[in-house]
């Protein structure tokens, strides 16, 4: 095992990990995860002021297992790393250090932490110092609940505000806590209330597949307890939990998942899901609910039976899918109440990220930073336009149930693409912006399912011209996607984009102070 001074913990996370200072005359920071199912490196660029999109330029993942490398070792022997696999660690991590240079990233924005694999090691301190001396890299090995830290804070940088159970499945170990955004000190409660199970997707199957059955029974057992327990204890700590399983008022608990083993199963439900093609391809923010999310034994089924290329789902993934899916039932026979499940793009390194950033920037809407202005009088237009398209709602109207472009932050998104590409054909502008709001931004934090189809359909409706079939097909099925949000969304999205578009009949041309929008609409 590492020394204690290689250990990351709750008490010392802010000292040992770069902090983010908007004075500072380059914001670029690389991180390298070693995790149990393999080694991810990416470089991010927090230049202000989008710092809050976490935005990735370069990212890398290693196909090293240091789950099945601690694995090999002989039967009856100590849990050990062997040579060959320090060296290709070393050598990988070497490579990663002269990408980060290439980049232009300062040494001290460098960080490297390992999670479960290094935690059991006997001679993890034998791979440390071989990576020190192939890379001048020192690693940081995350306990078990800072680890719990990062994972669900990076889950929850992809969201506004959050309220739900998060957790994470890797290779080794599962996670599971709770957090609430709108709690003062939330993150570091979430931390410490969180409870580590060692049943990652890698260690489950090994026992699923190899072992004999009074060990696969013993396993599942031990898994399926161990969350009940994780869960009575969340409950007991946070009454606003609680609440959910008890209230008959409230629908269930909202859940969000991160790590590769989850956004397997979200890829498997996603290939199942009843809206086909489903028409946003990524995993991160697809949302189900809770009755569709337990149906383990279908999706067991399609993953055994599927002869073609599943997306999202690697090979490997599909091999550890019977203990992913393991893991789900556990989870479903621990929690009789989900409302939804959320699949998250962000884990560790998101989470680590976040957790540089200072709280008043952690807690800012992502979506705000997407929409670049070049002065103050272009973003007081940019939100007299919002403001005035908001202004068309009904006051007596209801929407506290509804999600409209307005309520979903998605404003200054909607108002900037008004005058756009106003030279072209409307038929062309309707498809592009149906395609332009599944495409855009990928893996932007706080850009949902429901927000881009949202956006793409009250787009769309600015224009209000004809499709081709396979675009219809489009429509039509982001169309059902917001459907399941709320029926009547469909139609407010319709009816902002008609606002949109006389707009553009009352200003042939984009307003270019708020004072032009006051003296014409009134």
């Given amino acids: 095992m590492a020394s204690t001074s290689d250990i990351i913990t709750l008490e010392n996370f802010a000292s040992k990990m770069p902090r983010w200072d908007h004075n500072l005359p380059g914001h670029l920071y690389a991180l390298v995860d070693m995790g149990s199912n393999g080694i991810r490196f990416s470089i991010s660029d927090l230049s202000p002021p989008r710092t809050r999109l976490l935005r990735c330029v370069y990212r890398e993942r290693a196909a090293i297992s240091l789950f099945d490398a601690l694995n090999s070792s002989p039967s009856g022997e100590s849990l050990a790393f062997q040579p060959d696999v320090i060296a290709e660690v070393s050598k990988t991590l070497s490579r990663f250090k002269h990408i980060a240079n290439e980049f232009g990233v300062p040494a001290e924005c460098i960080s490297v932490f390992a999670?479960?694999?290094?935690?059991?090691?006997?001679?993890?301190?034998?791979?440390?110092?071989?990576?020190?001396?192939?890379?001048?890299?020192?690693?940081?090995?995350?306990?078990?609940?800072?680890?719990?830290?990062?994972?669900?804070?990076?889950?929850?940088?992809?969201?506004?505000?959050?309220?739900?159970?998060?957790?994470?499945?890797?290779?080794?170990?599962?996670?599971?806590?709770?957090?609430?955004?709108?709690?003062?000190?939330?993150?570091?409660?979430?931390?410490?209330?969180?409870?580590?199970?060692?049943?990652?997707?890698?260690?489950?199957?090994?026992?699923?597949?190899?072992?004999?059955?009074?060990?696969?029974?013993?396993?599942?057992?031990?898994?399926?307890?161990?969350?009940?327990?994780?869960?009575?204890?969340?409950?007991?700590?946070?009454?606003?939990?609680?609440?959910?399983?008890?209230?008959q008022e409230d629908g269930g608990v909202d859940v969000y998942l991160c790590g590769g083993g989850f956004r397997g199963y979200g890829s498997i439900l996603m290939h199942a899901d009843p809206i086909q093609p489903y028409p946003i391809p990524t995993v991160g923010a697809y949302s189900v609910t809770g009755s569709f999310f337990s149906q383990t034994e279908n999706m067991r089924k399609v993953n055994a039976e599927y002869e073609g290329k599943i997306y999202g789902m690697s090979k490997r993934r599909r091999q550890q899918f019977p203990a992913i899916a393991t893991v789900v039932e556990a989870l479903v026979g621990a929690v009789p109440r989900i409302r939804t499940v959320t699949f998250c793009s962000g884990g560790n390194r998101e989470g680590a990220l976040l957790m540089m950033l200072p709280e008043a920037l952690r807690e800012t809407n992502p979506l705000l930073c997407l929409r670049q202005v070049n002065d103050r009088v272009e973003l007081e237009t940019l939100e007299s336009v919002v403001a005035l398209v908001e202004s068309s709602l009904p006051e007596s109207f209801d929407f506290s149930t509804i999600p409209t472009i307005c309520s979903l932050g998605l404003g200054s998104l909607f108002a900037g693409e008004i005058w756009t590409r106003v030279g072209g054909s409307s038929d062309a502008n309707a498809a592009y912006e149906l395609h332009q709001a599944i495409h855009r931004d990928p893996d932007t934090p706080g850009f949902t399912h429901l927000a881009r189809a949202i956006l793409g359909v009250a787009l769309y409706f600015r224009w209000g011209a004809s499709l081709s079939p396979s675009d219809r097909q489009l429509l039509t099925n982001l169309q059902k996607v917001i459907s399941r949000s709320n029926p009547e969304a469909n139609f407010w999205a319709e009816y902002l984009g008609a606002i949109a578009n006389l707009l553009t009949i009352v200003f042939p041309a984009r307003p270019d102070t708020p004072e032009k929008l006051k003296k014409t609409v009134k």
């Fill in 115 to 247: 999670t479960e694999a290094m935690r059991k090691a006997e001679n993890a301190a034998s791979m440390l110092d071989a990576i020190l001396a192939a890379s001048g890299l020192s690693v940081h090995v995350l306990a078990p609940e800072v680890e719990t830290l990062f994972g669900a804070m990076g889950a929850r940088s992809g969201f506004s505000k959050v309220d739900g159970l998060f957790l994470d499945l890797g290779g080794g170990s599962v996670q599971m806590t709770y957090l609430n955004s709108l709690v003062d000190g939330y993150e570091i409660a979430a931390a410490q209330a969180g409870k580590s199970l060692p049943f990652g997707a890698a260690k489950l199957i090994k026992i699923l597949e190899g072992a004999e059955t009074e060990a696969q029974v013993t396993a599942t057992s031990t898994l399926q307890e161990g969350m009940r327990g994780a869960f009575a204890k969340l409950q007991q700590q946070f009454p606003s939990l609680r609440g959910t399983q008890t209230s």
